[in-house]
T-cell receptor
Framework: QQQVKQSPQSLIVQKGGISIINCAYE??????FPWYQQFPGKGPALLIA?????SEKKEGRFTISFNKSAKQFSLHIMDSQPGDSATYFC??????????????FGRGTQLTVWP | ETGVTQTPRHLVMGMTNKKSLKCEQH?????MYWYKQSAKKPLELMFV???????ENNSVPSRFSPECPNSSHLFLHLHTLQPEDSALYLC?????????????FGPGTRLTVT
């Protein structure tokens, strides 16, 4: 069973536009939600993360919005650039659990930003 | 070297070969992980080590054998693999035991089983 569901599978955005990727989860024990960015030939790199005590976190052009009651969180990339073209993964973990730090990943979103 | 390194970056092996993947983290972390990344599938956690002790084996076939001699090094020993084992194998580390759950990934080993 997929613990974290991510959509869309692929996304095409014009340069300067807003890219939005959504994730949903069921496990109410999850309390840490990172996003990873992966370029071809590279491993995933941590982009931004949020804990459920806040509804939004912003770092530069990247913003995570978190809706605890709906068990959903999303990544917004403002002023999208061709260099943002990559695969994005959402993830979740329960900080208290039998395996510390185990991340459950979404299936990924392939983002393409056209110049 | 900084961050998490993996060697080799590419590996082609026959189904009867034995090979090993190596991972080294230079971050002083206390937890290390092996993941398998296949096309059209989510990242699959294979093994977790906290302070050299394996804490999770995610139903991985015995043809994959992990080894963690110390908190900085992690190996994945491979033998009699199947073509469906072809994938990108990623190593990651974190400071999970002290409450820092950010995982840092290496560049991966692209494995092709022929």
């Amino acid at each position: 069973q997929q613990q974290v569901k991510q959509s869309p599978q692929s996304l095409i955005v014009q340069k300067g536009g807003i890219s939005i990727i959504n994730c949903a989860y069921e496990n109410t024990a999850f309390d840490y939600f990172p996003w990873y960015q992966q370029f071809p030939g590279k491993g995933p790199a941590l982009l931004i993360a949020i804990r459920p005590d806040v509804s939004e976190k912003k770092e530069g052009r990247f913003t995570i919005s978190f809706n605890k009651s709906a068990k959903q969180f999303s990544l917004h990339i403002m002023d999208s650039q061709p260099g943002d073209s990559a695969t994005y993964f959402c993830a979740a973990t329960a900080r208290r659990g039998s395996t510390l730090g185990r991340l459950y990943f979404g299936r990924g979103t392939q983002l393409t930003v056209w110049p | 070297e900084t961050g998490v390194t993996q060697t080799p970056r590419h590996l082609v092996m026959g189904m009867t070969n034995k090979k090993s993947l190596k991972c080294e983290q230079h971050l002083g972390h206390n937890a290390m992980y092996w993941y398998k990344q296949s096309a059209k599938k989510p990242l699959e956690l294979m093994f977790v080590y906290n302070f050299k002790e394996q804490t999770e084996n995610n139903s991985v076939p015995s043809r994959f054998s992990p080894e963690c001699p110390n908190s900085s090094h992690l190996f994945l020993h491979l033998h009699t693999l199947q073509p469906e084992d072809s994938a990108l194998y990623l190593c990651a580390s974190s400071q999970a035991l002290t409450g820092q759950y950010e995982q840092y990934f290496g560049p991966g080993t692209r494995l092709t089983v022929t």
